[in-house]
């Protein structure tokens, strides 16, 4: 039987590094099994904040990629101030950190660029793929975002093609996600910025969520919304089991956050706790390391290293992807956290999943009810905290912590299998 073909509309594409580029990647290396032969559209020239070349063995060998330039305002904008490097990942300097510089920059990134600065990429590409389409023949055409600049080419393709199957996958929320309100945006803006995602919610097919609460939210503003979430790749994890497997227990009690960590999802409440700890508790400070695995806003570590945790922080940088699965295994506890608001509900981070893998006990911080906590419950793979229980928390990490002592922190994780890259793609290809 003929398989499928799937036009895959993405930004992120290695050696793009982080998160962000894993979920159409892993859907395209699956793909095939499921009859649907993925064709990746991508800018030949992109900006990316991050650069992971160990990701280039996932993809697929005779995968078509299409590339056509990019022109994006990212360089001029980091001359002209070099924090604005953080504005391709989504980060900001908040509160006391901004600077009149860092103000200026992101009013000009939230009422200039609408949705967002990759939008010059937009019009070049409706262009060319109209006459791709035109020349072969595709059954469908995903748009990935963020940039959700790239749903208005599906949105301009659908106007074009009328019968075009389109689905927009919203990798995180546009007008939604917790930053949006740090856009300093004129109301002329936040209108357009409204009224773009409302076109797309309503042309599209198929609105992919990565998360119950935003596949939720999408269908009150008017999409035809279905949740996939994120997953862990059983080849990442059959590989990182692998090397763990004749392992003895850690030497030191390690909690280790590994990823991007601005200053929006910071656990201030949690290095307090743990200061208090090591103050406390010398038995405790005798055993305990923090390890860093990742990119760590500076002035967040700045704080850390000038508190009582000083002596305990293993900083291992930013490591490639297979690096950072394997730091995984080297932990007792691992860290996530999420923005406190109540609108990140739906925010499932990707690595959770990856942590999920590797059998370790899990320390969530985010709103009270989010997605996050229905994921550990369901899994009994850890605990979700808000973050003003100082108490639970502390009692969480001690309760770990004796357990370490003993020997008997043994993984005990159940049904994660649903979560894995290859189930996920086949829940994909029934919706396709």
């Keep these: 039987m003929e398989q499928k073909k799937i036009l895959i509309i993405t930004y ?74 953080k504005f391709k990942a989504g980060q900001f300097d908040v509160g006391k950190n901004q600077s009149w510089k860092s103000k200026l920059s992101i009013w000009v990134r939230g009422n200039f660029f609408i949705p967002d600065a990759r939008v010059f990429w937009v019009k070049p590409s409706i262009r060319f793929l109209e006459q791709y389409l035109k020349e072969n023949k595709i059954d469908a055409v995903v ?21 075009l199957k389109w689905i927009a996958d919203f990798r995180d929320p546009w007008t939604e996600i917790s930053y949006y309100k740090h856009l300093k945006l004129t109301q002329s803006s936040d209108a357009k ?36 979430t994120n997953g862990f790749d059983q080849s990442d994890s059959t590989q990182q089991n692998e090397t763990s497997k004749d392992q003895q227990q850690n030497k030191t009690f390690t909690l280790s956050y590994i990823g991007v960590l601005e200053q929006l999802r910071n656990p201030e409440t949690l290095w307090k706790i743990l200061d208090e700890l090591v103050k406390e508790n010398s038995e405790f400070a005798h055993h305990f390391s923090l390890k860093l695995v990742g990119r760590i806003d500076d002035k967040i570590l700045y704080s850390i290293e000038n508190s009582g945790l000083k002596n305990h922080i293993l900083n291992l940088g930013y490591l490639s992807h297979g690096k950072a699965v394997e730091e995984m295994q080297h932990s007792d506890i691992l860290l996530i ?45 850890g605990k979700h905290f808000s973050y003003d229980d100082t108490e639970t928390v502390k009692r969480f990490i001690l309760e770990k912590f004796d357990l370490w002592k003993s020997g008997n922190l043994h993984e005990n994780s159940q049904s994660i299998e649903q979560f894995s890259r290859r189930n996920l793609t086949k829940q994909l290809t029934g919706i396709l």
Excluded at 59 to 84: F, G, M, V
Excluded at 209 to 226: L, P
Excluded at 352 to 372: C, H, R, T, W
Aim: net charge neutral; hydrophobic share 35%.
């Design 12 to 85: 992120y594409w290695p050696p793009a590094g982080g998160p962000g580029v894993q979920r159409w990647l892993k859907f395209a290396k699956y793909l095939p099994e499921f009859g649907w032969k993925p064709v990746i559209y991508t800018p030949e020239n992109p900006s990316y904040p991050l650069l992971d070349e160990s990701l280039m063995k996932d993809i697929p060998e005779d995968i078509e990629i299409i590339r056509t330039r990019i022109w994006e305002p990212y360089q001029l904008a980091e001359k002209l101030n070099k924090s604005n490097k």
């Design 143 to 163: 748009t990935s975002g963020p940039p959700h600049s790239l749903h208005l080419i599906g949105l301009g393709l659908k106007k074009k093609f009328p019968n």
């Design 193 to 228: 910025h409204r009224e773009l995602e409302s076109a797309v919610f309503k042309n599209a097919d198929i609105t992919l969520a990565t998360s119950y609460t935003d596949a939720e939210n999408f269908r009150k503003a008017g999409a035809n919304a279905v949740c996939i």
């Design 337 to 381: 956290t999420n923005f406190p608001n109540d609108s990140s509900k739906g925010i499932i981070p990707g690595k959770i999943f990856e942590y999920l893998a590797s059998g370790k006990q899990i320390l969530s911080f985010g709103p009270s009810g989010a997605d996050v906590s229905k994921i550990l419950e369901e899994t009994q793979a």
